[in-house]
């Protein structure tokens, strides 16, 4: 919850995301948000845990490794890394904003439900931590349009701490896969829908054994007005606010007439 606007010149903000301490991503967001805020801290999983969703780990210890000054690498997962940075290592004076990412590719539409990007900025929610999840699509594998959101992230992160949010409620940034001056705005969505088709490939490994390895869930289509999709496909920034409340209000009240 964001129960007042926040001056972000003084701020502490805690940083953590899905692809790991060391992507580029990650170091471009440190490095816009120590322009921004007055206290920037760094606390992200060792390796990369994209696709970790909002996981656990429960069967073995976690580890804690300082790499500088208010920059730490966790063994575990985007919501370990977290939930050690605002219950252990900022647990005396907690920060007043977390971001995840920048994510190497768009979280969009169903995505938020396997992405450790949106995972991080959950648990800082339900910490009380107001959140924001940070992505840059990417229409190819090969390259990541960092500038693009670099050059309008701060300007987006100030508008969004400039007004309160709901309790339970954390936002969703996407950056469109266009040049930076090819934006064409910045837009309030809702989550979208794609087609969603599965494909794996098929082989064995050397020992004869088969094996399944997932290649392709995605199909190109049109998007429904006002989604995420829709936006960043027309080359606008898209903001969508995330609930924690996952109750669908209309069956619950059709189920309360009938179960009560």
Do not use: C
């Not at 170091?27 to 948000?33: A, D, E, G, I, S």
């Not at 939930?83 to 979280?107: A, C, E, F, T, Y």
């Not at 450790?116 to 339900?126: F, N, R």
Request: no cysteine; aromatic share 6%.
């Amino acid at each position: 919850m964001l129960d007042k606007p926040l001056n972000l010149a003084k701020a502490r903000i805690l940083i953590s995301n899905d692809d790991g301490v060391h992507a580029p991503g990650l170091k471009m967001l440190v490095r816009v948000t120590r322009r921004m805020a007055k206290e920037v801290w760094v606390v992200a999983p060792e390796v990369e845990q994209s696709a970790a969703s909002h996981s656990l780990t429960l069967r073995r210890p976690l580890r804690i490794r300082r790499l500088a000054a208010r920059r730490y690498a966790v063994d575990g997962t985007p919501t370990d890394a977290v939930m050690l940075g605002l219950r252990q290592i900022m647990k005396d004076k907690p920060p007043d904003l977390l971001l995840s990412g920048v994510n190497r590719g768009g979280n969009l539409g169903e995505d938020v439900t396997y992405s450790g990007t949106i995972a991080a900025a959950m648990e800082a929610t339900l910490l009380g931590v107001p959140a924001i999840a940070l992505s840059q699509e990417r229409s190819d594998g090969s390259r990541t349009r960092w500038t693009t959101a670099e050059h309008h992230l701060e300007k987006v992160v100030g508008r969004l701490v400039s007004v309160p949010w709901p309790p339970g409620v954390l936002m969703s940034v996407n950056f469109p896969d266009v040049a930076a001056g090819a934006v064409t705005g910045v837009e309030a969505t809702r989550e979208g829908r794609r087609r969603v088709g599965t494909w794996f490939t098929e082989s064995t490994d050397p020992y004869g054994r088969p094996y399944y390895w997932l290649s392709g869930w995605r199909e190109a289509e049109d998007f429904a007005r006002g989604t995420d999709l829709a936006a960043v496909a027309r080359g606008a920034i898209s903001v969508t606010p995330l609930s924690m409340d996952l109750t669908h209000r209309p069956t619950l009240r059709v189920l309360k007439g009938i179960l009560d």
